[in-house]
């Protein structure tokens, strides 16, 4: 194999050197107040941002990112419900079935008694 190009010579002379040095300082509570003062920092300016940005949108008339993210909750709401609605109409049909499916008869279903014998029997006893 041949000798490596030039700039990865440097890199690799270059990594040597500050890889150490920067591996102790991510590892330091310096480093960490860093990281945290900017998180902190690009939040409060996105926050602002976006506060701006929703005023020039209503200012036209128009959504906000905002508006937008409230309505998908919205029909992501409405969405569960409707698949609970669906789940219990299935529910009660399968349960509305099964119950026809074992039922005698309707006189039964009705509380009357059921008529003994054929239709000529029944002409006959009235």
């Known amino acids: 194999m041949a000798d490596k190009p030039l700039w ?6 270059v990594d040597g050197v500050l890889a150490p040095r920067l591996e102790g300082f991510v590892q330091t509570s310096v480093f960490a107040d860093a990281v945290s003062v900017g998180v902190k920092l690009e939040a409060g ?3 602002r941002l976006e506060r701006q ?3 020039l949108w209503h200012a036209a008339n128009l959504p906000a990112g905002s508006d937008v993210t409230r309505l998908r909750e919205q029909v992501a709401a409405l969405d569960r419900q ?13 349960e509305h079935t099964d ?3 074992a039922k005698p008869s309707d006189a039964a279903r009705h509380g009357r008694p059921r008529a003994q014998g054929g239709r000529a ?6």
């Open 53 to 55: 940005t929703r005023r």
């Open 99 to 101: 119950a026809d499916t």
């Open 45 to 47: 300016v996105r926050h």
């Open 121 to 126: 029997q029944r002409a006959a006893r009235s």
């Open 82 to 94: 409707l698949r609970q609605l669906t789940t219990a109409v299935e529910s009660a049909r399968k």
């Open 8 to 13: 990865r010579k440097a890199f690799d002379s």
